[in-house]
């Protein structure tokens, strides 16, 4: 067991420590990841919105201009399964061998009835939403649960632009925000005139059931509003204990990217869509009191601040022993994966629960410029030890095409878990370490992430922490602060570099730990 604590002699240790940094190997994601571009169908625009493994082993994709293809993953050949979607953005392949896919309007069950390779019947399984004709409603999805029960989640709409005249679904005049004051094009007025004359909030959801998670039951095409709450709902997961997952991108009502473990009945922050949840108000929402959303909302179980821990969260995915050094979990404790859309990297939360409430930290996994930017979507080989991702930009900052990333099996030292303690944080490796540097490698800082209607939010009431006492005791490191963790904060900690074991250095020294309760 190794003990550090606060010394007087810190010219000769901070002496100890350029010496340590200088000498200290470097870790690099791409000994231990091969990633290989996949050629994409010639013709087709290869902005990707869905993947799925198909009962055969080919790799199920969703393109952005409405196709539908299937890869033999062998020998790289494309076959055309359908066509004419739009813009679909999540694909599920059933035990079947049918294929669920979730457009802009509409749940479509894809079938090859004679046989032939292709898609020769459509079936419409849902479309009991609303749709105002702007440009940002999207339609996130999907999974299912074991139930066979399926989940999407719906987009606000942009105060970028307005609306058409033609409306699917009733339009919601609370606040007396009418249909006609969103109207644009054709004889009306240009848009930007249009709304430096009307109080359009931001984002909003005038149509049933922007901003919502929705289910669908098996054998209905009734949808039913799940959980409210949300802005940007780009990524969905059911994990195996039928625990539902969802990811939304910063903006007004976000603070930061955050992931949620939504309920039943929940709200999640977002105020646009409580017009369509129970005891909706009477008023437009983003005017309602953030005192009165905040007695609301359950908090999200992460936040990722914009511009460092995430840029536009997007699909999630357990983090499998095969893709990873880590350990079989519980579904409970096993970490999750996220890709992301504005940095070439992918996301990992790692679970923790405090006084009831679910909080956990955040931190980067591969790394590397090698997997490039936009990953919207993700999807593990049957033996989970690849993964796909498929990129999308849909005109903001991202990429396109198709990437395999494999993890050659390599050990390496990464954090397995990182739990709040009474004085600080205890992280546990997946290996034995040692620290060379002490006290002084430790950097720390924690803030406040603003829940407000303005976009975004700065780190306030900024503070720099400092590590009283480390202790290392085989794969356990324990951090203890000066200052006792504070509850609403998030503590954004470097850990030294220089910590290594038998594997290899530290793969991921950053974490950012989500503090809604404390001890």
Same mark, same amino acid.
């Given at each position: 067991?190794?003990?550090?604590?606060?010394?007087?002699?810190?010219?000769?240790?901070?002496?100890?420590?350029?010496?340590?940094?200088?000498?200290?190997?470097?870790?690099?994601?791409?000994?231990?990841?091969?990633?290989?571009?996949?050629?994409?169908? *010639?013709?087709?625009?290869?902005?990707?919105?869905?993947?799925?493994?198909?009962?055969?082993?080919?790799?199920?994709? #969703?393109?952005?201009?409405?196709?539908?293809?299937?890869?033999?993953?062998?020998?790289? *050949?494309?076959?055309?399964?359908?066509?004419?979607?739009?813009?679909?953005?999540?694909?599920?392949?059933?035990?079947?061998?049918?294929?669920?896919?979730?457009?802009?309007?509409?749940?479509?069950?894809?079938?090859?009835?004679?046989?032939?390779?292709?898609?020769?019947?459509?079936?419409?399984?849902?479309?009991?939403?609303?749709?105002?004709?702007?440009?940002?409603?999207?339609?996130?999805?999907?999974?299912?649960?074991?139930?066979?029960?399926?989940?999407?989640?719906?987009?606000?709409?942009?105060?970028?632009?307005?609306?058409?005249?033609?409306?699917?679904?009733?339009?919601?005049?609370?606040?007396?925000?009418?249909?006609?004051?969103?109207?644009?094009?054709?004889?009306?007025?240009?848009?930007?005139?249009?709304?430096?004359?009307?109080?359009?909030?931001?984002?909003?959801?005038?149509?049933?059931?922007?901003? #919502?998670?929705?289910?669908?039951?098996?054998?209905?095409?009734?949808?039913?509003?799940?959980?409210?709450?949300?802005?940007?709902?780009?990524?969905?997961?059911?994990?195996?204990?039928?625990?539902?997952?969802?990811?939304?991108?910063?903006?007004?009502?976000?603070?930061?990217?955050?992931?949620?473990?939504?309920?039943?009945?929940?709200?999640?922050?977002?105020?646009?869509?409580?017009?369509?949840?129970?005891?909706?108000?009477?008023?437009?929402?983003?005017? +309602?009191?953030?005192?009165?959303?905040?007695?609301?909302?359950?908090?999200?179980?992460?936040?990722? @601040?914009?511009?460092?821990?995430?840029? !536009?969260?997007?699909?999630?995915?357990?983090?499998?022993?095969?893709?990873?050094?880590?350990?079989?979990?519980?579904?409970?404790?096993?970490?999750?994966?996220?890709?992301?859309?504005?940095? !070439?990297?992918?996301?990992?939360?790692?679970?923790?629960?405090?006084?009831?409430?679910?909080?956990?930290?955040?931190?980067?996994?591969?790394?590397?410029?090698?997997?490039?930017?936009?990953?919207?979507?993700?999807?593990?080989?049957?033996?989970?030890?690849?993964?796909?991702?498929?990129?999308?930009?849909?005109?903001?900052?991202?990429?396109?095409?198709?990437?395999?990333?494999?993890?050659?099996?390599?050990?390496?030292?990464?954090?397995?878990?990182?739990?709040?303690?009474?004085?600080?944080?205890?992280?546990?490796?997946?290996?034995?370490?040692?620290?060379?540097?002490?006290?002084?490698?430790?950097?720390?800082?924690?803030?406040?992430?603003?829940?407000?209607?303005?976009?975004? !939010?700065?780190?306030?009431? +900024?503070?720099? *922490?400092?590590?009283?006492?480390?202790?290392?005791?085989?794969?356990? +490191?324990?951090?203890?602060?000066?200052?006792?963790?504070?509850?609403?904060?998030?503590?954004?900690?470097?850990?030294? @570099?220089?910590?290594?074991?038998?594997?290899? @250095?530290? !793969?991921?020294?950053?974490?950012?730990?989500?503090?809604?309760?404390?001890?």
């Amino acid at each position: 067991m190794k003990i550090y604590q606060k010394i007087l002699t810190l010219g000769l240790l901070a002496s100890v420590v350029l010496s340590a940094r200088a000498e200290s190997a470097k870790f690099s994601w791409d000994d231990y990841y091969d990633v290989v571009t996949v050629p994409t169908p *010639e013709g087709v625009d290869p902005q990707i919105g869905g993947l799925g493994i198909m009962p055969d082993g080919r790799l199920a994709v #969703c393109f952005h201009r409405g196709e539908v293809m299937l890869l033999d993953t062998t020998t790289g *050949e494309w076959q055309p399964f359908a066509s004419g979607l739009h813009e679909p953005l999540g694909i599920y392949v059933e035990a079947e061998g049918t294929l669920l896919v979730v457009q802009r309007a509409e749940i479509t069950r894809l079938h090859d009835t004679d046989g032939d390779g292709r898609a020769d019947y459509y079936e419409v399984v849902c479309n009991d939403w609303g749709m105002s004709g702007n440009y940002h409603e999207f339609a996130f999805g999907l999974v299912k649960d074991s139930a066979g029960t399926i989940y999407i989640s719906l987009g606000t709409a942009s105060n970028g632009s307005g609306v058409r005249e033609e409306l699917r679904g009733s339009w919601n005049n609370t606040g007396g925000l009418t249909h006609e004051k969103f109207l644009y094009g054709g004889e009306h007025e240009d848009w930007k005139v249009i709304k430096k004359s009307v109080p359009i909030p931001r984002m909003y959801a005038r149509v049933p059931y922007r901003g #919502c998670v929705v289910r669908i039951a098996p054998g209905s095409r009734k949808a039913e509003v799940f959980a409210t709450g949300f802005r940007t709902p780009n990524g969905l997961h059911m994990d195996a204990a039928d625990q539902l997952w969802v990811s939304d991108n910063q903006g007004d009502w976000l603070g930061a990217s955050k992931l949620h473990r939504v309920e039943e009945g929940g709200f999640y922050g977002h105020a646009a869509s409580l017009l369509w949840g129970d005891n909706p108000p009477d008023v437009v929402p983003s005017n +309602l009191p953030v005192a009165e959303l905040e007695a609301r909302r359950t908090k999200a179980a992460g936040l990722f @601040p914009q511009g460092d821990a995430a840029n !536009s969260l997007t699909q999630i995915q357990s983090l499998l022993p095969g893709f990873a050094p880590v350990a079989s979990a519980s579904p409970a404790t096993a970490p999750l994966l996220m890709g992301e859309m504005n940095h !070439s990297r992918l996301v990992v939360y790692l679970p923790d629960v405090v006084n009831g409430q679910q909080q956990g930290t955040g931190f980067h996994l591969v790394n590397t410029l090698s997997i490039g930017m936009g990953n919207n979507r993700l999807r593990y080989t049957a033996d989970g030890t690849s993964l796909f991702l498929g990129k999308t930009h849909l005109s903001w900052p991202g990429r396109e095409g198709l990437k395999q990333v494999t993890y050659n099996g390599k050990p390496y030292l990464m954090v397995e878990s990182v739990k709040l303690t009474p004085q600080g944080f205890q992280f546990t490796f997946n290996a034995p370490i040692e620290d060379p540097v002490g006290l002084t490698g430790y950097e720390i800082e924690s803030y406040r992430i603003a829940y407000h209607v303005d976009y975004g !939010s700065p780190k306030n009431e +900024l503070k720099t *922490e400092s590590a009283a006492r480390v202790q290392i005791e085989g794969n356990v +490191l324990t951090l203890e602060l000066t200052d006792k963790p504070q509850a609403n904060r998030v503590y954004d900690i470097t850990l030294p @570099p220089e910590i290594t074991s038998t594997l290899s @250095p530290i !793969s991921s020294n950053r974490f950012w730990y989500t503090a809604h309760e404390v001890y």
